[in-house]
């Protein structure tokens, strides 16, 4: 059964920069590259959302608010993807997981991002 688990988390002031990643277990590379992948978050609050996808083919999507900001990637030897976030802002403040839509596994335990000042 295929796992993720999410790191890279922290506090940033805004504008500043991070990049997250996912690790899988439980799948083979091979697999693993089949997979779309997507990236969540899940403010205080709020629901949680997918902010981007990525295909298998490499084709990503983003939500609105995140658009030019973010960039998903994958290394599929690695088995992980990540997320790169710049010119982040406090409404980014959010726990961020990654999973495989649409038939999405057990959620890891994802990491905090904290954008303030």
């Known amino acids: 059964q295929v796992q993720f688990v999410e790191s890279g988390g922290g506090l940033v002031q805004p504008g500043g920069s991070l990049k997250l990643s996912c690790a899988a277990s439980g799948t083979s590379g091979n697999i693993f590259s089949l997979y779309t992948m997507g990236w969540y978050r899940q403010a205080p609050g709020k629901q949680r959302e997918l902010v981007a996808g990525?295909?298998?083919?490499?084709?990503?999507n983003y939500v609105d608010s995140v658009k030019g900001r973010f960039t998903i990637s994958r290394d599929n030897v690695k088995r992980t993807i990540y997320l790169q976030m710049n010119s982040l802002k406090p409404e980014d403040t959010a726990v961020y997981y990654c999973?495989?839509?649409?038939?999405?596994?057990?959620w890891g335990q994802g990491t905090q991002v904290t954008v303030s000042s």
């Open positions: 999973n495989r839509p649409p038939s999405l596994a057990s």
């Open positions: 990525i295909t298998g083919g490499g084709r990503t």
